[in-house]
């Protein structure tokens, strides 16, 4: 792919995270730099007026747009056969996403998209997994807040385990601390989506339930159950917990990266996520709070009321709202037969988590397929089994995230 004239397509540029996305690589990489790259879309005058909001006016001509249409399957893949890479945002990617997709595969063209719908990746990855192989396309789902954060965060306490005690955590606990933030327009249409195709197929239901719903085939289950539906006490944290609601993405992910890279972690690896409470009362509160949303989602009629009142793709935040965002999360590796030889890690974003920070985070996704040299092949791939410890050195070095070392000694006294 060395001849194709540009490293890095952005799709979806006039959307409100495609937008920020441009934003970024702008400030970041300039447009006359070591990275060649364009931003598409179906509308001309609408792609001219991100340039005009993104670049100074000396600047903007030297940005390519490339005009495509998801609904083309030519001009899709005029599209791909121009770059290295594809960096979408047009969600929901049950809807949207497929033909793009198809079109990358075939020219071997890698992918990056912020999609957190379980049930499409269950349905492309099995039928696209072959031809991926075959003309070299990597294709690497969830590069935003799901499941950035928690697939890296993962691995690095795995590495920082076994650097320090020489071996891997058997299970591995996330904790959600302090964070700000709504989840973005566009991650609530794909809920909504993925709750509408749940409830014409309890086939569905039953693969977004499957906690190993991402494992590659034929790959036998591991131990984990059910995400956490309640409020539990957690006494390695020494604090109440609820559910965390993306959980039941990210999970999979990480479950599925153990499984990628050839279960370094051990075929019986546990991980499973959570919100760290202040007390038993807020726990219960935000439990119950959370179940009769869920409930209230996965009805037709009280889910169309809801779409009235929750933000739409498109819709975001203020930049003051974005940069007055942030997140921790906590990772606590625990060997059963040693506790002395436990590790936590802290990973925390300076910018809200749906859309400031994810933005980044895609991005810098996009440019690692791009520009580092790895040896992953063609195929389906997580954040962290195809990128590493260069994506890593990327988030921390521009994209606003630190992964730090964390006494464990000092697990039940994290602010939250």
């Known amino acids: 792919m060395d001849n194709r004239e540009f490293d890095v397509v952005v799709w979806g540029a006039t959307g409100f995270t495609g937008q ?21 879309g179906r509308n001309q005058n609408k792609l001219d007026a991100v340039r005009r909001a993104c670049l100074p006016a000396a600047q903007r001509e030297q940005l390519p747009i490339l005009l495509a249409d998801s609904d083309n399957a030519a001009s899709l893949a005029e599209m791909v056969q121009q770059t290295k890479v594809i960096c979408t945002t047009v969600g929901p990617y049950a809807k949207y996403g497929t033909p793009l997709v198809a079109a990358c595969v075939e020219a071997g063209t890698d992918y990056c998209d912020l999609t957190g719908e379980v049930q499409w990746m269950a349905r492309v990855i099995p039928q696209y997994q072959a031809a991926a192989e075959a003309s070299g396309a990597r294709i690497v789902h969830t590069c935003g807040f799901d499941s950035v954060p928690f697939d890296m965060g993962n691995w690095f306490v795995q590495q920082q385990m076994f650097e320090r005690h020489g071996l891997y955590a058997q299970q591995v606990k996330a904790r959600v601390g302090r964070n700000r933030g709504a989840a973005s327009g566009g991650t609530i249409a794909s809920i909504l989506n993925m709750m509408e195709e749940a409830g014409r197929d309890p086939s569905i239901r039953r693969q977004v339930a499957n906690p190993y719903s991402l494992y590659p085939a034929g790959t036998p289950s591991g131990q984990d159950g059910a995400d956490q539906s309640g409020a539990v006490y957690d006494k390695d944290f020494g604090r109440w917990t609820s559910p965390f609601i993306m959980a039941a993405v990210n999970t999979r992910v990480v479950r599925r990266s153990n499984a990628l890279l050839n279960f370094p972690w051990g075929e019986d690896f546990r991980y499973d996520e959570a919100t760290l409470d202040d007390s038993r009362y807020k726990a219960i509160r935000n439990s119950v709070a959370g179940l009769v949303g869920m409930m209230a989602l996965a009805v037709g009629p009280t889910r169309r009321l809801a779409q009235r009142f929750l933000p739409k793709p498109g819709e975001g935040p203020t930049q003051k709202q974005r940069e007055a965002g942030y997140y921790e999360v906590f990772f606590l590796g625990i060997n059963p037969a040693d506790r002395s030889m436990d590790t936590l890690i802290k990973v925390t974003g300076d910018m809200d988590p749906g859309y400031g920070s994810t933005s980044k985070m895609l991005g810098e996704a996009a440019v690692s397929l791009a520009l580092d040299k790895t040896t992953t092949p063609g195929g389906f791939w997580t954040p ?19 992964f730090e070392s964390v006494d464990p000694g000092r697990i039940k006294s994290v602010q939250i």
């Open 20 to 40: 920020l996305v441009v934003e970024y690589l702008a400030k970041t990489y300039g447009v006359d730099g070591d990275l060649r790259w364009a931003i598409a």
């Open 384 to 402: 962290a089994s195809a990128m590493g410890d260069s994506y890593l050195q990327r988030l921390t070095a521009s994209a606003g995230l630190s």
